[in-house]
């Protein structure tokens, strides 16, 4: 069965500076991993997918995550936080079984932004 | 990218009642799509698969006679909540899986169930 793993509930930070948001997955094939944010209320928007190829997957605003086979991780990073990255974030892990694609999320880290 | 749009946003129903929550793909057809439930400050949990055409599959532990779900077109499925008491409160969440695209499944905004 697939899992994903991440350990940060919360993280706050400082408007400008960097940062990372851990994510560990269990899976016994070529994992597709996904990162969404989701905002208070709010459904889902993805900010980036790995499927295959590129191990440093570029997103939208700014953010990249890099898919690291031998750690079983799909970190998710950026340079320079604004403050209106305030949000939840979840890291998924999909399955692709009878044409659809299962995605198992993880427990979400919610992330603070200081200004 | 391909927009899903649930409705209603947020209903509040008497406890006993039904309540339908739609799930609409706006620009693409959609074969399959998922349902989740999001509690409190907790992550999603898959429901149930609905494939256009067939029955939904759902997940261990949900109640198929207490979610319903009709997936009768490639734009459109709906999940009903019969009966509903106040532990069915929640934030519901679809997501529909395009035909041309192989992997990826596009969000629809949610919507909060309260129970009264």
């Known amino acids: 069965a697939q899992s994903v793993t991440q350990p940060d509930i919360h993280i706050t930070v400082s408007e400008g500076a960097s940062l990372e948001l851990r994510c560990n997955y269990s899976?016994?094939?070529?994992?597709?991993l996904f990162w969404y944010v989701q905002s208070p209320g709010q459904g889902l928007q993805l900010l980036l997918k790995?499927?295959?190829?590129?191990?440093l997957v570029q997103g939208i605003k700014g953010f990249e995550a890099e898919f690291k086979r031998s750690q079983s991780s799909f970190n998710l990073r950026k340079p320079s936080v604004h403050w209106s990255d305030a949000a939840e974030y979840f890291c998924?892990?999909?399955?692709?079984?009878?044409?659809?694609?299962?995605?198992?999320f993880g427990t979400g880290t919610q992330l603070k932004v200081e200004l | 990218g391909a927009v899903v749009s649930q409705h209603p946003s947020w209903v509040i129903c008497k406890s006993g009642t039904s309540v339908k929550i739609e799930c609409r793909s706006l620009?693409?057809?959609?074969?399959?799509m998922f349902w989740y439930r999001q509690f409190p400050k907790q992550s999603l949990m898959l429901m149930a698969t609905?494939?256009?055409?067939?029955?939904?599959?759902?997940e261990q532990g949900v109640e198929k006679d207490k979610f319903l779900i009709n997936h009768a077109s490639l734009t459109l499925s709906t999940l009903t909540v019969t009966s509903a008491h106040p532990e069915d409160s929640s934030f519901y969440i679809c997501?529909?899986?395009?035909?041309?695209?192989?992997?990826?499944?596009?969000f629809g905004q949610g919507t909060r169930l309260t129970v009264v």
């Open positions: 997501s529909a899986r395009a035909r041309s695209v192989n992997t990826e499944a596009f």
């Open positions: 899976y016994g094939a070529t994992p597709y």
């Open positions: 790995y499927f295959s190829g590129d191990t």
């Open positions: 998924a892990v999909g399955a692709l079984t009878g044409g659809g694609n299962k995605l198992t």
């Open positions: 620009d693409f057809q959609a074969t399959t």
């Open positions: 609905s494939n256009e055409g067939s029955k939904a599959t759902y």
